[in-house]
């Protein structure tokens, strides 16, 4: 039976026995529980579907693991705003990004979603509402102890150093060289991702400059990996890119998801590029989510005009740039 490691916080857990651990607030939660073994001998504890309360574990007790546990890496927004003087960046917006999900948020320029991204990673602070993160507030939780990663648009790459050395700070040492990793930690750690991102060894003593836009994304990718991010935020990574490179790497990065699980929020303009990469869509429109849902929905089923015509019109768009001349 596969154990997992207790959170540090015991409040997520609602009992189903009277046998509890003395000194713990247990509080109840709302629907989707499962049974759970938890010997206090330990403190681990076992899941499985069965009811497990015919355990004889005399160091057991039994409890009931919210659905809100075991979606740890979830993203939420409630009722989030934010202004720049007079212009509404995001306005009371309301959003729900599942552990391991990968969230396409889509809409025009303008409409909000870079500012969506900074507001949850910490760059930027709202003016009102919450964000959570596995479920904890996050508003006053610094930018590096979030959990969250953000690539840029442009990759934000150090442009004085090189891609990687395990003997000096470069753009994939950085991160771990500052929290003290030994030489051989950071060989053995890099390597192996270096190669399954596609970042050659003959790039390595290579500064951005002297790579190619799908090398520095490629390199982006990597540095935001070795923080080990809880939710990986991604803001039109693709768009410096020819079409060829666009389609390569993006399946680079859906099998790179696929591989880690993580929470993702990746933004874009491009329908195509949604379609392809998202478990589901989040129509964005004026600070606002207009309808999430996965893309055959949003397709069949729009909540409204702005989503009916915003697919129809990136239809049309499509297949004027197909049709020959």
């Known amino acids: 039976m596969p154990f997992f490691q207790v959170p540090q916080s015991y409040n997520q857990f609602e009992t189903s026995d009277a046998r509890d651990p003395p000194n713990v607030k247990l509080t109840p939660h709302l629907d989707r529980q499962t049974f759970a073994c938890f010997p206090t001998t330990n403190r681990r504890f076992s899941s499985a579907s069965q009811d497990l309360s015919n355990c004889e574990n005399p160091d057991c007790f039994f409890l009931t693991v919210p659905i809100a546990y075991r979606d740890m890496d979830s993203v939420v927004l409630s009722k989030v705003s934010k202004r720049f003087g007079t212009v509404v960046a995001v306005d009371n917006a309301d959003l729900n990004v599942q ?72 753009n994939l040492t950085f991160p771990l060289r500052i929290r003290k990793w030994s030489q051989d930690r950071i060989r053995d750690f890099l390597h192996p991702l270096a190669h399954k991102l596609g970042i050659e060894e003959t790039f390595f003593r290579r500064k951005p400059a002297e790579l190619s836009a799908g090398q520095q994304q490629r390199v982006a990718l990597g540095r935001a990996m070795t923080t080990a ?15 060829a490179s666009r389609i390569k790497m993006r399946d680079e990065v859906l099998r790179f998801h696929r591989d880690q699980r993580l929470t993702t ?61």
């Open 99 to 170: 552990d391991g999900e990968f969230l396409v948020v889509l809409g025009e320029s303008g409409c909000g979603k870079t500012t969506m991204l900074r507001l949850i990673t910490g760059l930027e602070d709202p003016d009102s509402g919450t964000i959570f993160i596995g479920g904890q507030p996050v508003n006053d939780v610094p930018v590096g102890k979030r959990g969250a990663q953000m690539i840029f648009q442009h990759y934000a790459l150090w442009p004085h150093m090189r891609v990687f050395d395990d003997r000096s700070y470069t």
């Open 265 to 325: 929020i990746y933004v874009t303009h491009n329908l195509p590029e949604a379609l392809a990469l998202g478990d589901r869509i989040a129509v964005m429109r004026a600070g606002r989510f207009e309808q999430v849902d996965k893309p055959e929905a949003l397709m069949r089923y729009p909540a409204n005009d702005y989503v009916a015509d915003f697919f129809r019109a990136s239809e049309l768009r499509l297949k004027s740039t197909l049709m020959p001349n």
């Open 229 to 243: 991010p809880r939710v990986l935020l991604m803001d039109e990574p693709l768009s410096n890119l020819d079409p």
